[in-house]
């Protein structure tokens, strides 16, 4: 591709709403623009490495047995109010009506649609098992998008699904697709670990998410560097501390004038936010639920909803707290009897804590869970924090940042059973197809590889993904340098090698600076000083080395390089 006639033009500054790495190297490189908030258009650059991203994952589905398939981008609301995810899915799904008044919807991911063709195709065992993918749009209407490619409305994705007779051959499916993703990923250049995850509303079993190191990333991971324990933070547990059997004395009231916060309670006592008990009071679908976690934690709302078994949570008003006996900013379980009460881990067994006295201005000293209360419920509904112990080796976790590229979930019957996707066994009984679901987001992957492959010039491309795999730069434009970097532009292309030729009437300074921004592998340097001693310059961009070839060695240089 000749520079002189692309569309698309680099930028030396960022535009100001690009406030991520990545996303500032995107625009400056004229990779994608932005055409309306969560709507981003690819321009040449930017589709060849999207291209080369797409052939890696045809490559790797491939081989592992999978068909491709393409399902409509517009689903019929149907089959969604059928599998219970038509109001499930919230404000998050674009709905809409055609003009015969038919409800419908874009998809935001396709298991409806899936299980609506397992229903109709597959009769018998012998059909299966099954692996099919897709590389296909989607469409989430998100409240908030962020960070250039990271989070947008409308987006590219991989999505496989298989389809078996049996949980044990979806265990097996899972392993080898597993196995497929991590190698795109490597592919493809990318720092990633698989972390333990929440199924939120794909539901199934053993969510899996890989998540690409990044100190921009959104999600907070809880990795141990002893043993293979990583996990997102939504999800994410501790190892639990020896029970503290210190004989305690009794429980005790004392006076704390304005002290309706934690912080307030500790300095005022002078004791540690840990010696403390927090209360948090939150409202749902079967009532009040009030928390109980130690003071220097944090509740986790996607481990309460789960231990509690509700899917709304949203603050209790001051009316409901006082409404079960409780005084806000002096609240205690202790005492109370018409409430349901979710304790963390982090209370039980830690010997006497401070606690709110249902008084105001007043709490309780030497609080024993056991002792002077007890919970309804008492699990892991705390974030996990740098420290903590690791559930499976008891060596300290940290936190990590991360940037989801992929989603596994072993789906299990949900969406056939709802939808009647079911196959005859060889006894001739009905049952139902056991799924499972695969994705990876192609345009935030792009910019995962960006984030994690630049310096302080612009982008350093793997050879794998890169749009071109070399950057050819006449300098001068005199007949001599014009031909003879033309004729080497017409025999690289003719031995395969994909080049970008930047032909312009520009500075060298400028082509310089833009080879090293689009960040091609290896930089071609035609010039009136080298062709005086028919030779060029080959450098790379990862390593900066210089190499001078002669001209009739160009190509074969070049292909031997590329090679290795």
């Given at each position: 591709?000749?520079?002189?006639?692309g569309?698309?033009r680099?930028?030396?500054?960022?535009?100001?709403?690009?406030?991520?790495?990545?996303?500032?190297?995107?625009?400056?490189?004229?990779?994608?623009?932005?055409?309306?908030?969560?709507?981003?258009?690819?321009?040449?650059?930017?589709?060849?490495?999207?291209?080369?991203?797409?052939?890696?994952m045809?490559?790797?589905?491939?081989?592992?047995?999978?068909?491709?398939?393409?399902?409509?981008?517009?689903?019929?609301?149907?089959?969604?109010?059928?599998?219970?995810?038509?109001?499930?899915?919230?404000?998050?799904?674009?709905?809409?009506?055609?003009?015969?008044?038919?409800?419908?919807?874009?998809?935001?991911?396709?298991?409806?649609?899936?299980?609506?063709?397992?229903?109709?195709?597959?009769?018998?065992?012998?059909?299966?098992?099954?692996?099919?993918?897709?590389?296909?749009?989607?469409?989430?209407?998100?409240?908030?998008?962020?960070?250039?490619l990271?989070?947008?409305?409308?987006?590219t994705?991989?999505?496989?699904?298989?389809?078996?007779?049996?949980?044990?051959?979806?265990?097996?499916?899972?392993?080898?697709?597993?196995?497929?993703?991590?190698?795109i990923?490597?592919?493809?250049?990318?720092?990633?670990?698989?972390?333990?995850?929440?199924?939120?509303?794909?539901?199934?079993?053993e969510?899996?998410?890989?998540?690409?190191?990044?100190?921009?990333?959104?999600?907070?991971?809880?990795?141990?560097?002893?043993?293979?324990?990583a996990?997102?933070s939504e999800?994410?547990?501790?190892?639990?501390?020896?029970?503290?059997?210190?004989?305690?004395?009794?429980?005790?009231?004392?006076?704390?004038?304005?002290?309706?916060?934690?912080?307030?309670?500790?300095?005022?006592?002078?004791?540690?936010?840990?010696?403390?008990?927090?209360?948090v009071?939150?409202?749902?679908?079967?009532?009040?639920?009030?928390?109980?976690?130690?003071?220097?934690?944090?509740?986790?709302?996607?481990?309460?909803?789960?231990?509690?078994?509700?899917?709304?949570?949203?603050?209790?008003?001051?009316?409901?707290?006082?409404?079960?006996?409780?005084?806000?900013?002096?609240?205690?379980?202790?005492?109370?009897?018409?409430?349901?009460?979710?304790?963390?881990?982090?209370?039980?067994?830690?010997?006497?804590?401070?606690?709110?006295?249902?008084?105001?201005?007043?709490?309780?000293?030497?609080?024993?869970?056991?002792?002077?209360?007890?919970?309804?419920?008492?699990?892991?509904?705390?974030?996990?924090?740098?420290?903590?112990?690791?559930?499976?080796?008891?060596?300290?976790?940290?936190?990590?940042?991360?940037?989801?590229?992929?989603?596994?979930?072993?789906?299990?019957?949900?969406?056939?059973?709802?939808?009647?996707?079911?196959?005859?066994?060889?006894?001739?009984?009905?049952?139902?197809?056991?799924?499972?679901?695969?994705?990876i987001?192609?345009?935030?992957?792009?910019?995962?590889?960006?984030?994690?492959?630049?310096?302080?010039k612009?982008?350093?491309?793997?050879?794998?993904?890169?749009?071109?795999?070399?950057?050819?730069?006449?300098?001068?434009?005199?007949?001599?340098?014009?031909d003879?970097a033309?004729?080497?532009?017409?025999?690289l292309?003719?031995?395969?090698?994909?080049?970008?030729?930047?032909?312009?009437?520009?500075?060298?300074g400028?082509?310089?600076?833009?080879?090293?921004?689009?960040?091609?592998?290896?930089?071609?340097?035609?010039?009136?000083?080298?062709?005086?001693?028919?030779?060029?310059?080959?450098?790379?961009?990862?390593?900066?080395?210089?190499?001078?070839?002669?001209?009739?060695e160009?190509?074969?240089?070049?292909?031997?390089k590329?090679?290795?």
């Amino acid at each position: 591709m000749r520079m002189s006639s692309g569309f698309g033009r680099t930028l030396r500054e960022a535009p100001s709403e690009a406030e991520l790495t990545a996303h500032q190297l995107i625009l400056r490189a004229g990779l994608a623009r932005q055409l309306l908030a969560g709507g981003m258009a690819l321009l040449p650059l930017g589709m060849r490495v999207f291209r080369r991203i797409e052939a890696l994952m045809h490559a790797e589905l491939a081989a592992i047995g999978a068909g491709e398939f393409r399902t409509p981008v517009v689903h019929a609301a149907s089959l969604w109010q059928q599998t219970g995810r038509y109001a499930q899915y919230g404000e998050a799904m674009l709905r809409f009506e055609n003009r015969n008044q038919q409800a419908l919807l874009f998809a935001p991911t396709h298991e409806e649609a899936v299980a609506e063709l397992a229903r109709r195709e597959v009769d018998s065992y012998r059909q299966l098992p099954s692996l099919l993918y897709q590389i296909h749009t989607k469409y989430r209407d998100e409240l908030r998008v962020r960070g250039g490619l990271l989070r947008l409305r409308e987006f590219t994705m991989l999505d496989a699904y298989s389809l078996d007779a049996d949980w044990a051959g979806l265990d097996a499916v899972y392993d080898r697709v597993a196995l497929a993703f991590e190698t795109i990923f490597e592919r493809c250049g990318v720092r990633f670990t698989a972390v333990e995850a929440d199924g939120g509303e794909m539901g199934g079993r053993e969510p899996r998410e890989y998540m690409a190191f990044s100190s921009s990333g959104e999600d907070t991971l809880a990795v141990c560097q002893s043993c293979n324990y990583a996990a997102n933070s939504e999800v994410a547990v501790r190892g639990q501390s020896a029970a503290n059997d210190d004989l305690v004395p009794a429980m005790s009231e004392i006076a704390t004038p304005a002290c309706t916060t934690i912080a307030e309670l500790a300095a005022f006592l002078q004791v540690s936010e840990a010696q403390t008990a927090k209360a948090v009071f939150f409202n749902s679908e079967k009532g009040l639920i009030f928390v109980v976690v130690r003071g220097d934690r944090e509740v986790n709302e996607i481990k309460l909803r789960a231990a509690a078994g509700v899917s709304v949570l949203e603050p209790a008003t001051l009316e409901q707290i006082s409404a079960v006996g409780a005084v806000a900013g002096y609240a205690s379980p202790v005492g109370l009897s018409n409430v349901t009460v979710i304790a963390d881990h982090s209370v039980v067994g830690v010997g006497g804590l401070v606690a709110g006295a249902n008084r105001s201005g007043y709490h309780l000293q030497n609080v024993v869970y056991g002792r002077d209360w007890q919970a309804t419920i008492v699990a892991d509904i705390a974030n996990v924090e740098a420290g903590d112990a690791c559930p499976q080796c008891g060596a300290s976790l940290s936190l990590e940042r991360g940037i989801e590229i992929g989603h596994i979930f072993k789906l299990g019957t949900r969406y056939t059973e709802a939808l009647g996707a079911t196959y005859l066994d060889p006894q001739g009984q009905a049952q139902p197809i056991v799924m499972g679901s695969y994705g990876i987001g192609l345009e935030r992957l792009l910019q995962v590889i960006i984030e994690q492959h630049h310096d302080e010039k612009g982008i350093v491309w793997p050879a794998c993904v890169a749009p071109f795999d070399l950057h050819l730069v006449q300098l001068g434009a005199s007949a001599t340098v014009s031909d003879a970097a033309n004729q080497l532009y017409q025999q690289l292309n003719a031995a395969g090698v994909s080049v970008l030729y930047d032909d312009r009437n520009e500075s060298a300074g400028v082509k310089f600076n833009d080879a090293d921004l689009l960040g091609m592998p290896w930089r071609l340097t035609v010039g009136e000083r080298g062709l005086k001693q028919q030779v060029v310059e080959l450098r790379n961009r990862a390593t900066g080395v210089v190499d001078t070839i002669g001209l009739d060695e160009v190509v074969t240089m070049i292909m031997m390089k590329d090679e290795g």
